[in-house]
C-alpha cells in the first residue's frame, strides 16, 4: 500500500509548507504483513502490494504438490 503522510516534527522553524521534506512523505507497506517497505522490495501480485516473504506465501511449493498427489 503506497500513503502520502504529514509527518511534521514540529521542528520549531518557520513552516516551509510544501517545501518541507516531512509535509508529503511517501510509505510503501505490503498489504498482507503490512510492514514498511522501499518501494523496490515490493511486488504487485493480484491488486496488492506484497513483500518477497508475502508474496511466496500464495504459490505452492513443488513439495507440497507432491504431497498432494499432483507431481510425482
Sequence with gaps: MKTVND?????GLPCL???????NVVRYTCDKCKEEFDNDEL?????????EKC???EFETVKQAEERGDYE
Excluded: A, F, K, W
Design 7 to 11: 509527518e511534521c516534527v514540529c521542528c
Design 17 to 23: 509548507g510544501e517545501s518541507c521534506p516531512n509535509r
Design 43 to 51: 511486488y504487485v501480485y493480484d491488486d496488492e502490494m506484497l513483500c
Design 55 to 57: 508474496l511466496l506465501l
